[in-house]
């Protein structure tokens, strides 16, 4: 069936160092993957997204890779910080225009001072 | 823009009970999604609408959950009766034609 995975559940990396998150899908067909950040008691919060005719793509401070060859996407976040330490999820739109996202199981990052 | 707007952000309520959670999505939104979130399973889609049509349930546990959306600017999911399984924080997200997904704060359900 359609899952999106991720590949560790934990992430600790120290202040400064970039962090790169890493997440698996199955439905080849998937055409659009978004990338949310949720803080504790928060509900989660956009940061990036990517459309399946692109391999990459930059924002402030984080960049979204895509490998539609193995079904792999990742968030690379440059100079940690703090305030990045959360539980990050990818999510995959298995259908163009039908809304429906699938969330994997998310990864923590634990930004160490 | 207020973003996503969901209450209540707490409820506590005794099985049996009837819960009802309520969404306003932001204005121009085409797609209304309720998720629920656990520890054991993650995020979940329960059910989402297209300009106020149900289009998918799938997800939707058991006949004691139903979701409606009367207009674009209103949605609830309403539990009867609730169950202790039940608890869980239970997010609504709103998007424009499959883009820019924005999630509310969501409401945190205990069920004594």
């Known amino acids: 069936g359609e899952s999106v995975g991720l590949h560790l559940p934990t992430l600790s990396v120290q202040e400064g160092d970039n962090s790169i998150i890493n997440c698996a899908y199955s439905n080849s067909a998937s055409d659009y993957f978004i990338w949310y950040k949720q803080e504790s008691g928060k509900g989660p919060q956009f940061i990036i997204d990517i459309r399946s005719n692109m391999d990459k793509r930059q924002g402030q401070r984080v960049t979204v890779l895509l490998n539609k060859t193995v079904k792999h996407l990742s968030l690379q976040i440059a100079a940690t910080q703090p305030g990045d330490s959360a539980v990050y999820f990818c999510?995959?739109?298995?259908?163009?225009?039908?809304?429906?996202?699938?969330f994997g199981q998310g990864t923590t990052l634990q930004v160490k001072p | 823009d207020a973003g996503v707007i969901q209450s209540p952000r707490h409820e506590v309520t005794e099985m049996g009970q009837e819960v009802t959670l309520r969404c306003k999505p932001i204005s121009g939104h085409d797609y209304l999604f309720w998720y629920r979130q656990t520890m054991m399973r993650g995020l979940e889609l329960l059910i989402y609408f297209n300009n106020n049509v149900p289009i998918d349930d799938s997800g939707m546990p058991e006949d004691r959950f139903s979701a409606k959306m009367p207009n674009a600017s209103f949605s609830t999911l309403k539990i009867q009766p609730s169950e202790p399984r039940d608890s869980a924080v239970y997010f609504c997200?709103?998007?424009?034609?499959?883009?820019?997904?924005?999630f509310g704060s969501g409401t945190r359900l205990t069920v004594v």
């Open positions: 997200a709103s998007s424009s034609q499959g883009n820019g997904y924005t």
């Open positions: 999510a995959e739109n298995t259908a163009s225009n039908t809304g429906k996202l699938i």
